[in-house]
């Protein structure tokens, strides 16, 4: 009794169709976004990943070979979204950061925190650039006057 290719086609057939049939619903899962910079250079790096130590990793990476310094810090690190600003501060501007509650949310909290001065805002999400709304204006940092 041998088995023909109909046979074990149908088989193999029926058996990846109850395979998908039976298989848990898929989900996407967007990971972790973090950003580094040097307190010694105006630049930061951002990094992503499927856990929190990976996305950390990489913006530490990045930071340390594209600004060439070994002082790397995260300064920010979420599963939504970061945001940086800077102030302006002499002879270097320092750097801001914000996290989490979504883009507008990272993004006030970053220019809140650098200040009346807030410029270059910078913000980056997991699902970055899908769906991407409006992020607010730098210009619109709380006066302190």
Do not use: K
């Not at 990094?47 to 060439?68: I, N």
């Not at 599963?79 to 501060?89: F, G, I, P």
């Not at 619109?140 to 006057?145: G, M, T, V």
Request: proline fraction near 7%.
């Amino acid at each position: 009794m041998g088995w023909g290719f109909r046979t074990f086609g149908a088989i193999a057939g029926t058996l990846s169709a109850a395979a998908v049939l039976v298989a848990p619903d898929a989900h996407a899962d967007d990971g972790w976004v973090a950003v580094a910079n040097s307190p010694n250079h105006e630049q930061q790096d951002f990094g992503y990943g499927p856990d929190q130590a990976t996305a950390e990793a990489t913006a530490l990476a990045q930071c340390a070979v594209l600004q060439r310094s070994s002082d790397c810090r995260v300064l920010a690190v979420s599963t939504d979204c970061v945001a940086t600003a800077w102030d302006v501060s002499e002879p270097l501007n320092r750097i801001y950061a914000g996290s989490g509650g979504g883009p507008e949310a990272a993004a006030r909290g970053a220019i809140a925190a650098a200040g009346p001065d807030a410029n270059d805002l910078q913000v980056r999400c997991t699902w970055w650039p899908r769906d991407a709304p409006q992020l607010p204006d730098a210009s619109l940092a709380p006066s302190f006057a």
